[in-house]
């Protein structure tokens, strides 16, 4: 077992190995793409530009992004101790926190910890969900604007579009739950209508609750789709249309084939925040609704035990890059594509 | 199977602007026809509305005798191809031109058999592997050509698939063009603004002016016997000389112009005293001293420049009357010397003369 203080040497060691990794990859792929070489990066920059952007990079995502990750997970290794006792002999790395998010326990491996193994497997299923409903609903939206929308058109849909994220998240949650509460407003209008005659438990059936994460991420869906479908030459489509397709078979063979990319990257969009969305969970949860970040928020400030809550926040990060990546090797894509 | 194309009347409107206006013309089964205009004439119009990307606000379009209206280009039997082509850039060659049968739902070996086929009818035979980027611009005409060939259409419609292939390719695929359409004996309709073009590919050639047909015939009826102004002027070079009409009689008439009195057929029967423009070709226009025939018009003109071309000699001259342009070929002797003076002559039966061309 190695020592708390060779963990930290690794710790600051690895951004540097990653980095060297990361770009070797990119170089691989480049070259199993066949692109062509580029001019270095300080020849088109020039050297006092490309130091400054080399250093700006550098130091944001190491100080800002890798570091305080990597903090977190050399935390989730180690046992939660009182203030004195940090640094001390019982200081030594172990497994016993992902152990309690298995079993539920930190010694034992009798039972399995079944609420939060559920909550953490409903939420990576719900946040599929949310993503592939989004797709279908935003999809639609994104060819109109791409394909179909006159320029005043699209201006004022992507007013539309934009303007709800003018308000704070939390408003708009709390605004979901005006909307969908038993005596709220849905309910109070098919009351009046006659449609039921008795209120419907939206929130409680977890309806709110995904209308609520699907609405709040539909325009981390639209852009990238739109994005991906304007580079779609009309002419292919009117091609395709000549040649005797119908609409289905155009949108199916023709245009998504070619905004997979998008596709992709809307959906990876969509997944990671919709795992990690916190406030709308919190706000239109129903009392069965399990969503895992609340679990992992009441690691941190509830049970007030770190460590604990760094494990599980690092489970649920590697599980959301396992999915994503799963998911482009099914489209055939890779990273990059997704990052377009 | 090849259709007959007959438009009656046929007007297309795009809000208060006529983007084709009372268009009738019937164009024949298994004929070749060029629609010729300068852009913007409404030539790319008509043609999407014969392919059904637009519905025509007036007029009816019949295709095989059948009324087209209502009927959407993936119903009608048209196929089209696009000014830029618009190949399917993720599906190799041989998906792209098995597009339209696997739309149709034929069976794997049927659409790889059709293909197979139809790339050695445009010489890609072994191609088809390959992905649409690897091919140079010629190649992916041909793969465009089979791409609409393959769901046997009764009339191919061509939008200047030309106009983006360098000069010595775009000579090649004319002749390509032209023996693919002997070949499969389907009615072809190009459209283009490049004279060359129509006037090589084509049967019959309909010379377009915003919106309107203004003359359809031969490549040698349009050349040598134009009806408008804008045909003369469009279709081939044509040195222009404005007057009055002085007098007219037995098909001929006589204008008087800057040049001076000049003679020429009339087929519009001008009236005295009409503005009019008289027209004569280069190729008619020769120095006096070669003229082997009794020319009847006669005029003075110093020679400003010359420019060799190999078979012909292009010799611009600057006369009273402005700018004038000779076209001299081998049996002409030899050019005259700039600054020579020279005089010029044509026959009356060389010369066209036509009401002055409607501003458009």
């Known amino acids: 077992?190695?020592?708390?203080?060779?963990?930290?040497?690794?710790?600051?060691?690895?951004?540097?190995?990653?980095?060297?990794?990361?770009?070797?990859?990119?170089?691989?792929?480049?070259?199993?793409?066949?692109?062509?070489?580029?001019?270095?990066?300080?020849?088109?920059?020039?050297?006092?530009?490309?130091?400054?952007?080399?250093?700006?990079?550098?130091?944001?995502?190491?100080?800002?992004?890798?570091?305080?990750?990597?903090?977190?997970?050399?935390?989730?290794?180690?046992?939660?101790?009182?203030?004195?006792?940090?640094?001390?002999?019982?200081?030594?790395?172990?497994?016993e926190n992902y152990r309690y998010f298995l079993f539920g326990s930190t010694t034992s491996t009798e039972s399995w910890n079944a609420v939060h193994l559920r909550s953490f497997a409903t939420t990576i299923m719900s946040a599929l969900f949310i993503s592939g409903f989004n797709l279908l609903l935003c999809y639609p939206i994104a060819f109109y604007m791409a394909q179909a929308a006159t320029g005043a058109q699209l201006r004022l849909l992507m007013l539309m579009l934009i303007a709800p994220y003018w308000v704070n998240e939390i408003l708009r949650a709390f605004a979901f739950r005006v909307i969908f509460a038993s005596s709220g407003l849905l309910n109070t209008m098919l009351l009046g209508a006659g449609f039921i005659v008795e209120p419907i438990d939206f929130i409680g059936r977890n309806i709110a609750l995904f209308s609520g994460l699907i609405y709040a991420y539909t325009l981390l869906m639209v852009f990238p789709l739109y994005n991906a479908l304007d580079s779609v030459e009309a002419a292919q489509i009117e091609a395709a249309r000549d040649l005797g397709a119908p609409w289905w078979h155009i949108h199916l063979f023709v245009i998504v084939p070619a905004a997979k990319s998008g596709i992709a990257s809307g959906c990876t969009l969509v997944f990671m925040l919709a795992t990690g969305a916190l406030a709308a969970p919190l706000v239109l949860g129903g009392p069965s609704a399990m969503w895992f970040t609340p679990i992992v928020y009441d690691r941190f400030y509830q049970v007030f035990n770190w460590p604990q809550g760094a494990a599980y926040a690092f489970v649920l990060l590697v599980a959301c890059l396992i999915v994503v990546v799963a998911g482009l090797r099914l489209l055939r894509l890779n990273l990059t594509d997704a990052a377009r | 199977m090849t259709a007959e194309v007959a438009l009656e009347g046929v007007t297309v409107r795009f809000g208060p602007f006529k983007a084709v206006d009372d268009v009738s013309l019937r164009i024949a089964p298994g004929e070749f026809f060029s629609f010729l205009g300068p852009s913007g004439c409404g030539k790319t119009t008509l043609l999407r509305t014969i392919s059904g990307f637009v519905e025509p606000t007036g007029g009816t379009l019949r295709i095989g005798g059948r009324d087209m209206r209502g009927i959407g280009p993936n119903k009608r039997p048209t196929a089209l191809i696009f000014q830029s082509l618009a190949l399917f850039p993720l599906m190799t060659v041989m998906e792209n031109v098995a597009y339209g049968l696997r739309v149709r739902g034929h069976s794997r070996a049927a659409q790889r058999a059709r293909a197979e086929e139809l790339l050695h009818v445009v010489a890609l035979g072994d191609q088809g592997s390959k992905r649409v980027d690897q091919l140079s611009g010629g190649q992916k005409q041909r793969v465009a050509i089979a791409r609409a060939l393959a769901v046997e259409p009764e009339v191919l419609l061509l939008d200047e698939p030309l106009s983006a292939l360098d000069l010595k390719l775009r000579q090649h695929m004319r002749n390509e063009l032209r023996a693919i359409q002997r070949r499969v004996g389907i009615t072809f309709i190009y459209i283009t603004h490049?004279?060359?073009?129509?006037?090589?590919?084509?049967?019959?050639?309909?010379?377009?002016?915003?919106?309107?047909?203004?003359?359809?015939?031969?490549?040698?009826?349009?050349?040598?016997?134009?009806?408008?102004?804008?045909?003369?002027?469009?279709?081939?070079?044509?040195?222009?000389?404005?007057?009055?009409?002085?007098?007219?009689?037995?098909?001929?008439?006589?204008?008087?112009?800057?040049?001076?009195?000049?003679?020429?057929?009339?087929?519009?029967?001008?009236?005295?005293?009409?503005?009019?423009?008289?027209?004569?070709?280069?190729?008619?226009?020769?120095?006096?001293?070669?003229?082997?025939?009794?020319?009847?018009?006669?005029?003075?003109?110093?020679?400003?420049?010359?420019?060799?071309?190999?078979?012909?000699?292009?010799?611009?001259?600057s006369a009273e009357g402005g700018r004038l342009l000779a076209v001299l070929g081998p049996r002409d002797g030899e050019p005259p010397a700039p600054g020579s003076d020279v005089s010029l002559a044509f026959a009356a039966r060389d010369a066209v003369i036509l009401p002055p061309a409607s501003q458009a």
């Open chain 1, 1 to 95: 077992m190695i020592s708390v203080a060779t963990g930290h040497r690794l710790l600051v060691a690895f951004p540097f190995v990653l980095g060297v990794l990361i770009w070797g990859w990119l170089a691989f792929e480049r070259r199993v793409a066949k692109l062509p070489p580029r001019p270095g990066f300080f020849r088109r920059n020039g050297w006092p530009v490309g130091i400054y952007l080399m250093l700006a990079v550098a130091l944001w995502l190491l100080g800002m992004v890798v570091l305080p990750q990597l903090f977190m997970v050399e935390l989730s290794f180690r046992p939660k101790l009182p203030f004195n006792q940090i640094g001390g002999p019982r200081d030594v790395y172990t497994l």
């Open chain 2, 194 to 317: 490049d004279q060359g073009e129509a006037l090589t590919m084509s049967d019959r050639i309909g010379v377009m002016r915003a919106g309107r047909l203004e003359q359809v015939g031969t490549g040698r009826a349009l050349y040598d016997q134009p009806e408008t102004a804008f045909v003369a002027s469009f279709v081939g070079e044509a040195n222009a000389m404005p007057g009055l009409v002085r007098d007219a009689s037995d098909g001929y008439a006589v204008i008087e112009t800057a040049f001076g009195p000049l003679q020429g057929r009339n087929p519009s029967g001008m009236k005295v005293g009409a503005q009019a423009v008289l027209f004569v070709r280069p190729e008619r226009l020769l120095p006096y001293s070669t003229a082997v025939f009794c020319p009847q018009n006669r005029l003075q003109a110093r020679v400003a420049d010359l420019a060799y071309e190999g078979q012909v000699t292009h010799v611009m001259f």
